[in-house]
């Protein structure tokens, strides 16, 4: 099941790193949602879930696409005060 969603072209998965170490990743879906951000919890507040955001923009950018939509568990107030940083509407 794993390899068919990563061989599945309407999905990109992206794995952010710094020297080599796995810091978080992000589950795009190309139709009409990001299914997973996550940063590992040491790292957060460091920049790394704005930039893993700027390639999520980049790819959007390139594909034409002009409307970014998120979610979240209602009790993640982190995600809650990321996007909202980031400027989504609710």
Excluded at 1 to 14: A, G, Q, Y
Excluded at 77 to 87: E, L, P, R, T
């Amino acid at each position: 099941m794993k390899e068919s969603l990563v061989n599945n072209e309407s999905f990109i998965f992206l794995l952010l790193e710094d020297n080599e170490e796995a810091l978080g990743y992000a589950w795009i879906e190309i139709r009409e949602n990001i299914h997973e951000i996550s940063i590992v919890e040491t790292k957060r507040n460091k920049g790394y879930g704005s930039s893993l955001m700027e390639c999520i923009y980049e790819i959007a950018n390139d594909r034409g696409i002009d409307l970014i939509e998120l979610d979240y568990w209602l009790e993640n107030s982190v995600a809650k005060d990321f996007y909202k940083k980031k400027n989504f509407i609710k």
